[in-house]
């Protein structure tokens, strides 16, 4: 998983991102939600999912992400909003250090669903067979 950059479609009345599910990422899009007003001490996130494939983008402000598979970590620094973020499913990941402004958008592969949650990470370590 790495950082993606996004074309900025810009002109002198400001910018512009499209995103394509399927053509950009690498899924269709279910839902969206979006996290704003997020403490700088307090990470969010630390689960995995089953199933849901995550598409993250800090549309304004910046955050911190760690995705983990249980064996290798790595933290990644969403800062513009043409950067995005995929999390695969069954990658445990923390969304942390958040400055006051961030917004962080989460395109998301599946409907709501909180037994698609691992929230226990001991749990997941067994389930990802780590
Ligand atoms: C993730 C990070 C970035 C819903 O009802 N529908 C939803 O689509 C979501 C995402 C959450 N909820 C409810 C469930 C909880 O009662 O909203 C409450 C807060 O959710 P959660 O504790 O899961 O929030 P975060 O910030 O720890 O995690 C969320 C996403 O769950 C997660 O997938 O990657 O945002």
């Known amino acids: 998983m790495s950082i993606v950059e996004h074309r900025v479609l810009g002109d002198h009345r400001g910018q512009l991102i499209a995103i394509e599910a399927v053509r950009d990422i690498p899924f269709e899009i279910k839902r969206i939600f979006y996290i704003y007003g997020a403490q700088p001490n307090t990470p969010r996130g630390q689960h995995a ?9 800090a549309v304004s402000g910046s955050c911190h992400v760690t995705l983990d598979d249980g064996e290798n970590k790595a933290t990644y620094i969403l ?14 990941g923390t969304m942390h250090d958040f400055s006051h402004d961030c917004v962080l958008l989460v395109l998301a592969s599946e409907h709501y669903d909180e037994a698609d949650y691992i929230r226990d990470y001991d749990q997941y370590v067994k389930v990802v067979g780590a």
């Open 49 to 57: 999912h089953h199933k849901t494939r995550q598409y993250l983008i």
């Open 79 to 92: 800062n513009q909003p043409n950067l995005g973020l995929m999390q695969e499913a069954m990658i445990w």
